[in-house]
């Protein structure tokens, strides 16, 4: 596989993270809308899949997220989004959201440990951020669907959850452009982050 690919792939899932983590609003419509984070995953998928042949088993769960926040995003044009409709639906998508960036996560720190050089720990990293957005986003799903029954002391968790998750998203994309340098400079022992 050609390191353009590779370079190429690693920018997409950066970028993408943009668009998942980041929710600017006009009204109720999405500046930076979801569904466009899981299309450059899904790229992204396309363009490494020679490197993290794993990487092909999202594939399907890339194309429910990319649907689903495509309908929301639509949706959102009349105030008539799918989330929050029917719970089971909620938890079920959460719980593929879930899954998909742990996997993803886990596959990109897969292929950093083959291409960075011995001084780097992009692949640590990766594992590491992978391992918070997993609690934050389980806390998020546990929190979002029992909210009623924790009060306000489910408003102060849930926000400070999200503080931590809007930092964890520009963490996890500095890393992401540091290892997409790495793959494009010269391994000379240049430190990135």
């Known amino acids: 596989m050609g390191n353009e690919k590779r370079y190429t792939g690693i920018g997409k899932v950066a970028w993408g993270y943009l668009f998942v983590y980041f929710n600017l609003k006009i009204n109720s419509v999405s ?4 569904f466009v984070g899981y299309l450059l995953f899904l790229s992204a998928i396309g363009d490494l899949r020679e490197d993290e042949r794993e990487l092909e088993l999202l594939k399907p769960l890339g194309i429910i997220l990319a649907v689903w926040h495509g309908l929301n995003w639509l949706g959102s044009f009349w105030n008539a989004g799918l989330g929050g409709k029917w719970q089971v639906v909620d938890i079920l998508i959460g719980m593929i959201n879930l899954y998909f960036h742990f996997q993803l996560l886990t596959n990109l720190a897969s292929v950093a440990r083959r291409y960075q050089s011995e001084r780097q720990v992009f692949d640590k990293k990766l594992l590491g951020y992978r391992t ?3 609690v934050i986003l389980t806390a998020l799903i546990v929190i979002g669907h029992f909210f009623e029954w924790i009060g306000n002391f489910g408003t ?9 998750y809007l930092v964890l998203g520009i963490a996890l994309m500095r890393v ?3 290892f997409r340098r790495c793959l494009r400079e010269d391994r ?4 990135y982050l």
């Not at 500046?31 to 979801?34: T, V």
């Not at 102060?156 to 931590?164: E, H, R, W």
């Open 156 to 164: 102060v968790v849930s926000a400070l959850a999200v503080l931590v």
């Open 188 to 191: 000379q022992g240049t430190e």
């Open 176 to 178: 992401l452009f540091a």
């Open 31 to 34: 500046l930076l809308p979801a």
């Open 132 to 134: 918070v957005q997993t």
